[in-house]
Nanobody
């Protein structure tokens, strides 16, 4: 059964760093892996994506601060976040699988990231 489990969220001061992890089970790790986030009262937004070949793409607001990576042997995708800002506060979720209605089919439960000013 496909499952994604995130970890690594928490409370950090502005300028600090966090690394999120997402462990995937089943065969869903064979495709693109995504990190999304959703802040209270705002729409969910795509933060970063990494292909099976390791090609990455980021939303403009996190470029140069966030790095997505994957460990294919461990079926794990990471999101390294540095120079965090209060506006990065959100629930971060990893996602995978074929797109259904423009969104990945499989989702983790999410992990809270809170950046204090």
């Amino acid at each position: 059964q496909a499952q994604l489990v995130e970890s690594g969220g928490g409370l950090v001061q502005a300028g600090g760093s966090l690394r999120l992890s997402c462990a995937a089970s089943g065969n869903i790790f064979s495709g693109n892996m995504y990190w999304f986030r959703q802040a209270p009262g705002k729409q969910r937004e795509l933060v970063a994506v990494i292909t099976t070949a390791g090609i990455t793409n980021y939303r403009d607001s996190v470029k140069g601060r966030f790095t997505i990576s994957r460990d294919n042997a461990a079926n794990t995708v990471y999101l390294q976040m540095i120079s965090l800002k209060p506006e990065d506060t959100a629930v971060y979720s990893c996602a995978a699988g074929p797109l259904r209605g423009g969104l990945p089919q499989y989702w983790g439960q999410g992990t809270q990231v809170t950046v204090s000013s």
